[in-house]
């Protein structure tokens, strides 16, 4: 499914949840400034929008709500998107609003959020800079453990998710074992709980259920974790 089905799936899912002001908030706040960094900057990092919140509710430190653009909340990691274009209500704003603005993202630091202003006229002129300093940025958080635990990938695995990063997008059986000096019953088992995580997808030799080549299905992390 494409982006403007998942986004709008996903605005879906977020309005049936909300009622009243947030509600409100969400119809009249997500709008074009957001969706172009949804579709320019986020979509085409991750792929999807999970743990990703529009018009998401905090308060400041007066106790009044405020609405932050877009939250990312994976886990106990907290960023806080502004979206920030230079237009007349920026261009004339009296020095009451711009302290008021310093020191909310101010409590939002305080509060456990990662603060990221994104420049309106770079998602419409060169998101691919944007999308860059996002990878940049990301890649530390996206990369620890929250429960402190081992990474999910035996050293096996990430040697063969480096040929994979490195390879055509098709890997078969015999390369690794070739590669790697292990013996393929071996190849097998390990090729299979990376199926189950995901990273790989088996295609079997046409006409035969004989698994002869193996998808490699890319993500963020595997040209950088290594």
Known sequence: MGFTEEHQKWLDRHKRRRTGERLDRLERGH??????????????IFGHLDDLHPEYEVSDWRGRPYFVDLVWKPGQVKFAIEIKGYGPHVQHTDRTRYRQELNRETYLQIAGYRVVSVPYDDLESMPELTISLFKSLLIPYLLKNPDGERSQYTRLEKDILRMAAHSNGLIRPVDLVNELGVNPRTIRKFMKQLCNKGKF???PAEGSNRIC??????SLLDNEIW
């Open 201 to 203: 997808r088996p295609l």
């Open 31 to 44: 709008g074009h400034g957001e969706r172009m960094f949804v579709e320019r900057v986020w979509w085409p």
């Open 213 to 218: 080549r193996y998808e490699y299905i890319h």
